[in-house]
């Protein structure tokens, strides 16, 4: 038997004024995301941002269902639609925003299992990094790639 230790590593800002002038963009069209959120329910609002490698920034935001689980998450909204709009264009930094009942969260809202999922499928079909920024109001997390927040990914892409 082996013991073996995982190490990851990430940035943190104590706000948006200390990173670069892309990054604070991306912050600030992930909080403007926000107002498009549908959440009647849990009445937590998500908002993303996603700047493609051409430039291109699409926004999302979480839409919630009263038959759930047929809502979608923020980032998986913006993910998608790039997706189905800009197929062969990778993706280069997705930016995520939570707020609960019109309150920017202090700590960064974390992207649940399935978006980590999806951002780590396109990072592979790629072949590049998806760099990650998480938004709170007392920090901001920068991820590098998506490896950081999903350690072994599940890659159907090699499976033969």
Not at 12 to 30: H, I, K, N, T, W
Not at 49 to 70: D, F, R, T
């Amino acid at each position: 038997m082996s013991e073996l230790q995982l190490t990851i590593k990430y940035q943190e800002f104590s706000s948006a004024s200390e990173m670069s002038s892309e990054d604070q963009e991306l912050v600030a069209m992930a909080l403007e995301a926000q107002k498009g959120s549908y959440s009647p329910y849990s009445h937590f609002q998500v908002g993303a941002a996603l700047k493609l490698a051409n430039g291109v920034i699409v926004k999302g935001a979480n839409q919630e269902n009263a038959a759930y689980p047929s809502g979608l998450c923020a980032e998986r909204t913006a993910m998608f639609w790039a997706g189905a709009n800009y197929p062969d264009v990778p993706l280069d930094t997705l930016a995520i925003a939570g707020s609960d009942h019109g309150v920017l969260c202090e700590s960064p809202a974390s992207p649940c299992g399935s978006c980590r999922q999806v951002m780590a499928e396109y990072q592979k079909k790629h072949k590049r990094p998806l760099k990650v920024i998480l938004v709170g109001s007392k920090r901001i997390r920068k991820f590098s790639c998506v490896d950081d927040l999903l350690p072994f990914i599940f890659d159907s892409l090699h499976m033969e």
